[in-house]
């Protein structure tokens, strides 16, 4: 879903503290007064969030950071902030590519429970309740970060005035999109960001034309939900808040 209320925004920065403060501590608790995780960069994003259907959890989310706020103003990118020196410019403007045409895909968080293998009774403590999560649910986990970016790539489709996508990542977290359809292109050096990370570009062309076929399924299905929630009566997608 996209989290476009403040409610659901607090659930996008719990789990963002959750996992980015508490579990791989990077970036310090201390400079948080509530446990939730913001920057500067959320006031120019769209957030989206995964919920585990049955008991609501909130499991995942990821943001696209745009490139210009709602009075059409430019505002940085994180990849231009902290890893400036780790682009490769040569990569995108030879395309015609320029300052705000391309987004980024950021802060993307799955719950520990959500990724760890449970035990034998599957059982959890979460937000104060006990859970007992089936094994078909179980198996359903290890999709949400594929999910994740099926919903990002389903959102920029969507979208005019983004002609890419960059994104600061782990290299084998791109052999684990490739196994999909999802073809991000080296766009700079290796770079110790929060561990190793480097720059990879997605172009608008490739984005849905190489997923593979035993993904479409899953991303028609996950396209049809986000292009509802963008298409509602008010178009709230197109308010950054």
């Known amino acids: 879903m996209l989290a476009d209320t403040p409610s659901l925004k607090r659930d996008v920065y719990k789990i963002r503290y959750q996992v980015y403060c508490e579990e791989l501590a990077y970036e310090d608790k201390s400079q948080f007064i509530q446990p939730l995780e913001r920057d500067r960069f959320d006031s120019h994003s769209h957030h989206f969030l995964i919920r585990h259907r049955r008991t609501g959890l909130a499991a995942g989310t990821a943001r696209c950071v745009l490139p210009f706020d709602e009075f059409n103003h430019k505002q940085p990118l994180p990849s231009e902030v902290f890893c400036q020196t780790a682009l490769n410019d040569q990569v995108i403007s030879p395309i015609g590519l320029k300052r705000g045409d391309y987004s980024e895909v950021s802060r993307i968080a799955i719950r520990a429970e959500f990724r760890r293998r449970l035990t034998i009774d599957h059982q959890v403590f979460l937000d104060h309740q006990s859970y007992q999560f089936t094994q078909d ?7 949400i970060a594929t999910c994740l970016y099926f919903t990002l790539a389903a959102y920029y489709r969507l979208r005019d005035d983004i002609h890419a996508m960059i994104a600061m990542m782990e290299p084998r977290l791109m052999k684990h999109l490739n196994r999909t359809g999802i073809y991000f292109q080296p766009a700079g050096r290796l770079m110790d960001y929060h561990g190793v990370r480097q720059p990879f570009i997605l172009y608008k062309e490739d984005l849905v ?23 509602t009566e008010n178009q709230l997608a197109l308010e950054i808040a």
């Open 137 to 143: 649910e179980l198996k359903s986990f290890s999709h």
């Open 209 to 231: 034309s190489n997923i593979k076929p035993l993904f479409r399924p899953f991303f028609e299905t996950i396209d049809e939900l986000v292009t509802s929630e963008l298409t």
